[in-house]
């Protein structure tokens, strides 16, 4: 088995994951793999500040990793739903907003790629919808939960 990276990275900013649900999907199949067998080399930490970057377990770190994406999600879905008490939706970037209430400013543009990691992943899962509106002059992408 190859290496893989436990998490969507972060680079300056920039989500490096294309798809939500194809991140939990191979997760998945880590985990998987991973309880079957030892891996052919150590996991390591994607990010944070942590002693040691290697995963003394990686199943549980996976485990642990799709719990959290999964909180994600379904933090987003809240937060859709309670935009559809509101007409029209919410853009990306609102959302981030109103869940990211306290986050540092520098981090906002990455906080909002993974939320709309989490939307592309509800529209896949056909729980939200999208659609583009002319909003001041500028054409907007507006998300809401299905119904």
């Known amino acids: 088995m190859t290496a893989a990276k436990l998490d969507c990275t972060q680079d300056t900013g920039r989500s490096r994951a294309k798809r939500s649900q194809t991140l939990l999907s191979t997760n998945s199949k880590l985990t998987e793999a991973s309880s079957r067998a030892c891996l052919c080399c150590a996991p390591f930490n994607a990010h944070g500040y942590v002693q040691s970057p290697v995963l003394e377990d990686g199943a549980v770190a996976i485990k642990q990793y799709l ?4 909180s994600r999600v379904d933090e987003v879905l809240s937060a859709l739903r309670d935009v559809g008490k509101v007409p029209g939706g919410a853009t990306a970037r609102e959302l981030t907003i109103s869940i990211y209430q306290n986050l ?3 981090l906002m543009l990455a906080a909002e790629r993974s939320l ?3 939307l592309l992943k509800l529209e896949s899962d056909g729980l939200a919808q999208r659609r ?3 909003r001041d002059g500028d054409e907007v992408e507006l998300w809401q939960a299905r119904h």
Do not use: M
Not at 67 to 70: D, M, T
């Open 104 to 106: 540092p400013s520098s």
């Open 116 to 118: 709309t990691l989490a």
């Open 132 to 134: 583009n509106i002319e």
């Open 67 to 70: 719990a959290h994406r999964q």
